[in-house]
């Protein structure tokens, strides 16, 4: 079984930040890629970033320079780092990881159970 575990979400106002934290456990040879994705109120889940085993980032353009994505190879977790937060980024934010559960698995998706981010005054 492998399990991701979030934390660090939810009430800040305007401006605020927030970290959030994502902890891979269970049965796991190698993590690929990990990441962020956020859902808001009748919207599509979207991208928000994401890091590669070997270092490199993505972001989405509405979180650049704002959020920062960083792992803990060792701890097998992915951090969010948010400031400058927007009423827009009001969302549940998942987190996401692209990995192998064997050496001879094919990489699986595997998400968490989402954590809630509002950002209100």
């Known amino acids: 079984q492998v399990q991701l575990v979030e934390s660090g979400g939810g009430l800040v106002q305007p401006g605020g930040s927030l970290r959030l934290s994502c902890a891979a456990s269970?049965?796991?040879?190698?993590?690929?890629?990990m990441g962020w994705y956020r859902q808001a109120p009748e919207k599509q889940r979207e991208l928000v970033a994401v890091?590669?085993?070997?270092?490199?980032?993505n972001y989405a353009d509405s979180v650049k320079d704002r959020f920062t994505i960083s792992r803990d190879n060792a701890k097998r977790t992915v951090y969010l780092q948010m400031n400058s937060l927007k009423p827009e980024d009001t969302a549940v934010y998942y987190c996401?990881?692209?990995?192998?559960?064997?050496?001879?698995?094919?990489?699986?998706?595997?998400w968490g159970q989402g954590t809630q981010v509002t950002v209100s005054s």
């Open positions: 890091i590669i085993s070997g270092g490199p980032t």
């Open positions: 996401h990881a692209n990995l192998q559960r064997t050496a001879s698995d094919y990489r699986g998706s595997y």
């Open positions: 269970g049965s796991i040879f190698s993590i690929n890629a």
